[in-house]
C-alpha cells in the first residue's frame, strides 16, 4: 500500500510539473506575440507638434502629430486632429528626423506600426513610427496664408 501511495504521489508531482511546463510556455508565447506582433501599419500625414523624452523611471521618447484635417473628422474636438505615437528606444536617428521636423514645421509622411497592448517599458501607446519622409513642398502654414479663404 505504502508503494501504491507513493507511485500516485509521484504520478500527480510529475503530472504538475507538466501543467506548469504548459501554462508557463503559454504565458511566453503570448508574451512574445504581444511583443512583436503588429496589428497594423500605415502612414499618417502632418506637422510634428513634439517630440519628448518622458518617464518617471522608465524614460520612453513620445511624439505628437497635428493631422490638419480641416474638418474631415467629424469632432469639434481639436484632439480628434492630433495623432499620439511612440519611438522605440535605439531608434535614434528617426528621432533626430522627428525633432527636426518639428522646428521646421514642415508636413511630412510618418510610417507607423500598431502593435496589440501597450507595454510601459516600450512606450505610452500603442502607435509607434518607425520611419518618416520629409515633404520637400512648403509647410502646412504657408499653404494656408497663401490660401484665397486666409484674407
Do not use: C
Not at 105 to 120: A, Q, S
Not at 133 to 151: C, I, Q, Y
Amino acid at each position: 500500500m505504502e508503494e501504491e501511495k507513493k507511485t500516485i504521489g509521484q504520478r500527480m508531482k510529475k503530472g504538475l510539473r507538466r501543467i506548469g511546463i504548459i501554462v508557463l510556455l503559454l504565458f511566453l508565447a503570448v508574451m512574445l506575440f504581444f511583443y512583436y506582433g503588429t496589428f497594423s501599419s500605415g502612414v499618417r500625414a502632418g506637422i510634428v507638434m513634439k517630440v519628448s523624452k518622458r518617464g518617471t523611471v522608465i524614460k520612453t521618447y513620445e511624439g505628437q502629430m497635428n493631422l490638419e484635417t480641416f474638418g474631415a473628422v467629424e469632432s469639434e474636438n481639436i484632439v480628434s486632429e492630433t495623432f499620439n505615437f511612440s519611438v522605440e528606444k535605439g531608434n535614434d536617428e528617426l528621432i533626430k528626423q522627428l525633432e527636426e521636423a518639428a522646428r521646421s514645421g514642415k508636413r511630412i509622411n510618418l510610417r507607423y506600426i500598431e502593435r496589440y497592448v501597450v507595454l510601459p517599458w516600450r512606450g505610452e501607446t500603442k502607435y509607434f513610427a518607425i520611419g518618416v519622409e520629409m515633404n520637400t513642398g512648403s509647410s502646412g502654414n504657408e499653404e494656408r496664408r497663401d490660401s484665397p479663404l486666409s484674407h
